[in-house]
């Protein structure tokens, strides 16, 4: 084996020679590429948590996955955006959810239907009461003209 400064000459493998060179990658494009890359998945998970709270969603892990289309362990090895989203959920454990909410906006509306329906029933009931005794009064009236 010979060497020459930082080149790595030639290596003899199995009576083959082989040539390679120990210099230096120029990796610059592909190490920006990344931290932009990075940069880029970080602005999309803070996005899709704003959204979610704007939206009054939960927040965990899997519904942050799925809107910022991320890995749930790119989620859970980024510290800071693990504490955040740990935090976030913390806070909305005594909130009621969106869910709960609407069913309890539907009972409550089901009630308030429930309530003019039977108010409309008890008219109509009056109604067919007074249009009865009308038409018993009428047709005593009519036998009365007829003898």
């Known amino acids: 084996m010979k060497q020459d400064g ?8 199995g009576g083959n020679k082989e040539v390679m060179s120990s210099h230096n990658r ?15 998945t970080a602005n999309r998970v803070d996005e899709a948590i704003k959204k979610l709270i ?6 965990n892990f899997n519904t942050v996955s799925i809107n910022a289309e991320v890995s749930k362990g790119y989620l859970y090895n980024n510290n800071k955006i693990r504490r955040r989203i740990e935090t976030l959920r913390k806070q909305q454990q005594g909130l009621p959810s ?17 309530a003019a329906k039977n108010k409309r029933i008890r008219e109509l009931d009056d109604e067919v009461k007074r249009l009865k005794k009308e038409l018993m009064y009428l047709r005593g009236k009519l036998y009365e003209d007829m003898s």
């Open 6 to 13: 930082s080149i790595l000459e030639t290596i003899l493998i």
């Open 26 to 40: 120029n990796t610059i494009g592909i190490k920006a590429f990344a931290k932009k890359k990075k940069e880029m």
């Open 54 to 59: 704007k939206k009054k969603e939960k927040i």
């Open 98 to 114: 969106p869910k709960l909410v609407k069913r309890q906006m539907s009972d409550a509306s089901k009630d308030v239907l429930l």
